[in-house]
Every structure is written in structure tokens, then in C-alpha cells.
């Protein structure tokens, strides 16, 4: 027999709070995918009951109640008997139901609790709630107030929720291992599976079949009487490998898993990951990592596949070739679409900042983190896991069993401890000024910078109401995330005499410091910087944050500086001052870097000299010429005495460079810079040859 599934996501019933099911308090119909905040509870903090009343089809097979996702703590019973319980938020799981389960009406009852911690002695130092960006983070309602950062509560029954009868045995998990070898590939596919009791012999069949459907491969064996476990080798010869999408194409296999009348099948792709010393290597290909962070959503029963495939979409067309998924695990619909996109995903576990020292939690902890690598390992588009992001003193004590745990499921992916504050450099926000990205902090790699910006003023308009938006309710701001000392004592942006003129700076200011940030750390590709991650794309919520689309996902200024310095081909355009000598040539420092693993060939450069009116003053070209691939050239002394200037000239104008080969442009850049002469008196004094 094949599976059968009954879809229970409809006819839910709930009753919030600490009461008993029994309690008089009447039932109201909720939604279910739900989540408490955004379908009727908006900030409910303790706990809530569940009742479905279904007719159950007749038996075929062993039943089991399937949850894809239920935040935080469930406890079920099933015609008054218990079935089961689960806690953590993010792991799909099954309740065996056999014993419960009657042909005909049935009535399922949920307890589901996902509290608000105690603030002061748990919320924020000892957190117990294994939820990262969902329970504690400066990007969610409240960001870290003490009293108001647990607002908007992700609790709840938030995924799909069905009955699923299977056969007896079947496959309670498959776990593959790839090892690419020369021109060929061995695959060492391990059947876990489940069966009420010794059972007899069963066979088991797996299949490999290619992107195009066609077998490629097929390997038989015995399930021995009273055994769980069986693992197949099969041997593939010339793997197609799985590229980032700058770097090659997706072909992704399938796996098909037969055990006797069960049948289940798997996503495959052969790829290698590895890191030494701030370097990455794709299938043994260097590779630049022009990364993201992603909270792309603070209830994620909202986040829909349209809205996945938007955000995909969008990080691809921005150039990013990684994203982190930041404190905490997406839904698996995200990973999919990674996978077929091409796009990398460097993946965190949710534990954000400090949690319970005690080893009761550390052992929750590394249950967890395992739960995680098992829901996840499939997909290709992972590349690496990080344990814990910014610790706060647990990097010695928490992290390294985190580490120990995660190994134990997978050692075939980048493994880290933990994203470290060291590695998030935040100068021009937090403090100094965005010059200090000449030094390369963070390097070698950068996996958290930028600076907030406010949203477009429609959103903004959507966010907050008119007598709360100008002048700003800096309170009610400051509840949206926005960072008030940052934005105007350190980045000195002032809110001005009206909010579209606020907008406006703030959106420049964050544009300007992601390019010229990203300029730095890509000049300084490899030697010594592997990579850079903007923090980050888009907000999960109304708010104001450090994304660069908005919760509607309207771009920012900073989303086209994005795509603009993390371009494949990239064209890196500075001058040494923002001021410059009108009459002598322009000491423009110029380089073409390359991500790509093939070579440029025949392209040419476009500069134009732009004066405050519009008009081009000045153009110059070179080429064509060849860029090697994964490599960076300099032309700066091929255009040394090009860019000469009229002595006439003067005011605000802007350097344009344009790289193309023939009419597709590969990357622009620009420049502001402001010509001007010295005072007569001067003028016969040699200016510093800067060139």
C-alpha cells in the first residue's frame, strides 16, 4: 500500500489562557495554519487549547498524526487518551496514534504552549525558549526592551497538520552520504525503519534518477528480520555537480526509497563544501561569498511559497550568492527554493545571545541542534552550520557541544561554533564614523554590517499612524526597532524639517555605507577577506531596521547599492579625496574583480565626467581587454593620465564607469567629486602628484 494522508486544517476550534478544556469558557473557531498574534490573540502570552472534531477514514494501514511545525510545547490526546507531546518550534513530527484512533468521528485536543519568560531573572540572560529571533532580537516587536521585547507572541499550531497511514515497515528516515571520487560519485544511502514488531524480511529497492527523470542508477538488499536499519551503496558515474547560480547550474536528483509497500523520495546533489582560514571552496572552486542575512518573517504561518520565491528572487537579483539565515530555521518551502535557485544558505540554529547555563538546557540544546541538521541535511543549497549566534559567554561552554552534536549528524558542511561579535563590525552605526572600513574590520569574515534606514514614506505611513509619524513619536519608532542614538548622535542624520527629508538622508546614508564598506572588503578579496554578509535584507514585520526591502518588500536606496557592489563582475571605482584640482587629470583608482570561474574576454570601460547639470563634460574609454576568471585587475596605471579635467571646470560632479562588452553591461559604479582651483595666489605651486 502507498501512504494515504487526510489534511486535518480545517473545523479547529481554541480556547486561550490557563483554563482547563472542560472550562466553561466558550470555544472560538481559529485558523489553523495559525499563529496566536496575527489570527486573533494579538500579544497572548501563556497557553491555549486545540479541538478538531473529524471523521477519520477506514483504517488502511498504521496511523499517525503528523505536525509540520508547532510553536513551542504541545501535549495531544485523541478521544480522550494521550497520544503524545513535542517541544521546540521549527521540527516537523509524528505522533503515533494506532491505539487512539477510531473509524468515524474522532475529536483530537491540543495544549500548546509558548509562554512569555520572566523578566529579570530568565528573559533576557537565562533563556530557556529555544526560539532565537523569535523570543529575543532587536529586530522584532520591541527589540530588547526589557518589558516590551516579548511582544508579538509566535505560538501556535503554524504549519499543516494531517493524518498519514503507512505501511508496516516503512521508512522512518533516510540518511545520504556523497563522496565524489575522480569522475565519479559513491552514494551510501542508510534506511531507518519503522515496524511494530520483528516483522519478516523486507526488501528494499533505491533509485537514483537523474535531473531529467532517467534512472541512473539502482541497488536492492534485505531489511533482516527484527533489524531497523540497512544501508545501500550505489556507485554513479559522472555526477553533475550543483553550482551556486553565478558559478554553474542546479541539477538536483532524485532519490527513490522502497521499503516493501512504502515508497518516499528525496532531493540529490552532488557538490563539496569546505573552508580554510577565511577561504571557501564550491566543488573545489574558490568562491566569494556576497552574502545576506534573512528574518524574512516574525510568524512564519504568514510566509507564504509566492512570497519565498519573491525573496529569492530578490537576493539573486541583488547579486547575493549566500544567505544566512539569521537565529533561527525557516520553513522547509525556503530551503527548496534555495536549492533550486542556486542560492547558498548558511544556516544558524536559533539560539540568539545568552541562554540557561545549566547542562539540563545545554542537553535541550544539542536534542535540538539535531533535530535541525535532520530536517536540513538534504538540501544542497546549505553549505554551512553555525551553532549560536553572538554567545555572550557560553563560546566555551554551550557552543562546543553544540559543535560535538552537530557532527554527529553531518560532517560533510562548514561547521562553526558560533558568529562572533568580532566578525560584526558596525563602524558609521554603532560607533566611529564608516571610514573604518579602510581597515577590513571583521576580515576575514564579515558576517554582520550595515546601518538602519527608514522605509519608504507610503510604508512608513502604513507602520505608524499620523500623529505618532511627524514630528516622530520616538517612543512608539523605538518599539519599530529604529535606533535613535545611532541614527543621529553617530551616523548624524538629522530628522529635518520633514519626514520625506529624513527618508530620503537616512536612505543614502545606509546606500553610501554598504558600497563603500563593500568596495573595501572586495578589494581586499582573499587577501584577506573570503567573504561579507550585509546585515540584512528584509524586515519580517512592520519595522524600521538595517534591511534594505521593506516588510512589503519596497526597496530601499540601499537595496540598489546592494546589487550594485555585490555585481559577479564588479567594477570598483575611488578617488583618493572627495575634492580634486580642476585641470589635472582625475587620480581615479581602478580595478575589475571577477567572482566568476570563467574569464572575461573583450570588454571595455566607459568613464564619464558628470557636472552638477547633467551634462557629460569629459568621457574616456579603454579596451578591450581580458579579465582572468576569479581574479581581480588593476587598471588604474592603464589610466593614470587618461582623465584629464579643463581648468575651467568646477562644482559637484560624479565619475560614471560603465564595463560592458558590446551592449550588455556588466557593472556600473560612480563617484561624487567636486572640482575646484586654488586661491590665485596658489596656483603656481605644484600640486601633489597623487597619481
Known sequence: MSRRKQALNTGWELKPGQVGPDDPTPWRPFKVPGQWHVDGLPDHETGAWYCLRFDAAPRRGWPFLCFDGVDYALAASLNGKPVGSHVGYFQPFELDVEAALVEGPNELMLRVDAPREEAGPVWPYRKRLIKGIFNHHDCRPGAWHPHEGQRGNTGGVWAPVRLEWRPDPHVADVRVTTHLHGDEATVLVEIIARRRGPGAQTEAVVTLLRPDGADVVKATAMLPLGQDRLVLGLRVPAPQLWWSWDLGDQPIYTLEVRLGADHVTRPLAFRTIAEADGTWRLNGQRVFLRGTNIIPA????TYTP???????????????????????????????????AGLMVWQDFALQWSYDPTPAFAAEASRQIRDMVRLLRHHPAVVAWCCHNEPVGQEATLDPLLVQAVLAEDASRVVRSHSDFREHPYPGWYYGDRRSFEALPGAPLITEFGAQALPNVETLREILPPEA????????????????????????????????????????????????????YRRARFAPVGGVFQFMFVDG??????????????????????????????LSLRLPTPVQRAGLPLPADVRVINDRRTPLLGVALALALVGPDGRVLAEWSHGPFDVAADAQLDLTPALKVALATDPAWRGACSLEGVLAHGDVAYSRASRPVRLDALPPGLAAYKAVDML
Not at 534591511?547 to 550594485?564: E, F, I, N, T
Request: proline share 6%; net charge negative; with cysteine.
Open 298 to 301: 516574525q510568524w512564519l504561518s
Open 306 to 340: 509566492a512570497q519565498i520565491a519573491e525573496d529569492v528572487r530578490l537576493m539573486v537579483e541583488a547579486g547575493v550568492n549566500l544567505v544566512r539565515v539569521h537565529a533561527h530555521v525557516n520553513r522547509p518551502e525556503f530551503y527548496a527554493a534555495c536549492d533550486r
Open 469 to 520: 509619524l511627524w514630528p516622530p513619536d520616538w517612543e512608539r519608532w523605538a518599539f519599530h526597532d529604529f535606533q535613535y542614538e545611532q541614527t543621529v548622535w553617530i551616523a548624524g542624520i538629522e530628522p529635518g524639517d520633514s519626514l520625506e527629508d529624513f527618508v530620503a538622508r537616512s536612505q543614502a546614508y545606509q546606500a553610501e555605507l554598504l558600497k563603500d564598506a563593500i568596495d573595501h
Open 541 to 570: 514585520w512592520p519595522a524600521i531596521t538595517w534591511s534594505v526591502l521593506d516588510h512589503l518588500r519596497r526597496p530601499k536606496a540601499g537595496y540598489a547599492a546592494l546589487a550594485q557592489a555585490f555585481a559577479p563582475v564588479y
